[in-house]
Nanobody
Framework: QVRLVESGGGSVQVGGSLRLSCALSGYSFRRYYMAWFRRAPGKEDEGIAAVYDDNSPTQYADSVNGRFTAARNGDTLLLQMNNLKPEDSGVYVC?????????????????????WGHGTRVNVSS
């Protein structure tokens, strides 16, 4: 059974930092994409960062480029979030997919992913 478990969310003030972690287990594919998405009320899921493997470049959303850094280490995906803004608030959800289904080649789109975690909440207050 595939599981994605996120941790590290919390409440911070504007300009603060948080570090999120996502652990994947039970996935039979050797190579796959992992990504972070942000869910906020009334908005579509926003792809924040996506990475294929340890040696691949990471794709970032324009809204977080330069402030967030994703790092992949095998079955774990980290997200270091610096200089947080109120608009960064939301539930951060981790996703994984091997790509063999060929649903979408844009790995910052939610439809590309088959497996999802339950998320960890981030609240940034001013």
């Amino acid at each position: 059974q595939v599981r994605l478990v996120e941790s590290g969310g919390g409440s911070v003030q504007v300009g603060g930092s948080l570090r999120l972690s996502c652990a994947l287990s039970g996935y039979s594919f050797r190579r796959y994409y992992m990504a972070w998405f942000r869910r906020a009320p009334g908005k579509e899921d926003e792809g924040i960062a996506a990475v294929y493997d340890d040696n691949s470049p990471t794709q970032y959303a324009d809204s977080v480029n330069g402030r967030f850094t994703a790092a992949r280490n095998g079955d774990t995906l980290l997200l270091q979030m610096n200089n947080l803004k109120p608009e960064d608030s939301g539930v951060y959800v981790c996703a994984a997919d091997s790509g063999v289904r060929g649903v979408d080649s844009n790995w910052l789109r939610s439809v590309a992913y088959q497996y999802w975690g339950h998320g960890t909440r981030v609240n940034v207050s001013s």
